[in-house]
T-cell receptor, first 114, second 113 residues
Framework: DAGVIQSPRHEVTEMGQEVTLRCKPI?????LFWYRQTMMRGLELLIY????????DSGMPEDRFSAKMPNASFSTLKIQPSEPRDSAVYFC????????????FGQGTRLTVV | AQSVSQHNHHVILSEAASLELGCNYS??????LFWYVQYPGQHLQLLLK????DPLVKGIKGFEAEFIKSKFSFNLRKPSVQWSDTAEYFC???????????WGAGTKLIIKP
């Protein structure tokens, strides 16, 4: 398996533009997490899906952020409109069924909003 | 609420020194425990994990961790560090009753050559 695949790897956009980050989890994994990592705030959980259903979105910063998981093999994180303070590395991770399992991380998307 | 505490935010050591990074969690039930490593510019990778059995767990690259249930701790150790161990180390916990991982704030480790 190719692991968790995120795209794009790097994104530079202007303030106010819409940004869409994509994630393909490992096949068979039914838990998916979106994280944001910054120097100031460290690693933050944004949203967690189980079986394509959002279970916990309490970490989503505000209404500008939205996430979807239309099927078991694809998820998106959208920021509209983007702001400079959204600049961060966004990681997607997936995890197999069951709690006795570890999470596998994608390479991340480095977002810069100018 | 569950939480994970990593005692040191930054650790600086010389090569060949011994390492111990602290991790404590707050949850009274059965847990799974993890240490992840993030090398500069890279994603998080699993270093080692504990689910059950021998509380002394050995991971990759000579790392080990000991689960002490009475202390709610899962400290990471390495007898002799190398320059290539420079990275950020994250402790994570999940209660067996749910899927969510709770993360520590991370410890940045710098090894001086």
């Amino acid at each position: 398996d190719a692991g968790v695949i995120q795209s794009p790897r790097h994104e530079v956009t202007e303030m106010g533009q819409e940004v869409t980050l994509r994630c393909k989890p490992i096949s068979g994994h039914n838990s998916l997490f979106w994280y944001r990592q910054t120097m100031m705030r460290g690693l933050e959980l944004l949203i967690y899906f189980n079986n394509n259903v959002p279970i916990d979105d309490s970490g989503m910063p505000e209404d500008r952020f939205s996430a979807k998981m239309p099927n078991a093999s694809f998820s998106t994180l959208k920021i509209q409109p983007s702001e400079p303070r959204d600049s961060a590395v966004y990681f997607c991770a997936s995890r197999p069924t069951g709690t006795n399992t570890e999470a596998f991380f994608g390479q991340g998307t480095r977002l810069t909003v100018v | 609420a569950q939480s994970v505490s990593q005692h040191n935010h930054h650790v600086i050591l010389s090569e060949a020194a011994s390492l111990e990074l602290g991790c404590n969690y707050s949850y009274g039930g059965t847990v799974n425990l993890f240490w992840y490593v993030q090398y500069p510019g890279q994603h998080l990778q699993l270093l080692l994990k504990y689910f059950s059995g021998d509380p002394l767990v050995k991971g990759i690259k000579g790392f080990e961790a000991e689960f002490i249930k009475s202390k709610f701790s899962f400290n990471l150790r390495k007898p002799s560090v190398q320059w290539s161990d420079t990275a950020e180390y994250f402790c994570a916990v999940n209660a067996r009753s749910n899927y969510q991982l709770i993360w520590g704030a991370g410890t940045k480790l710098i090894i001086k050559p």
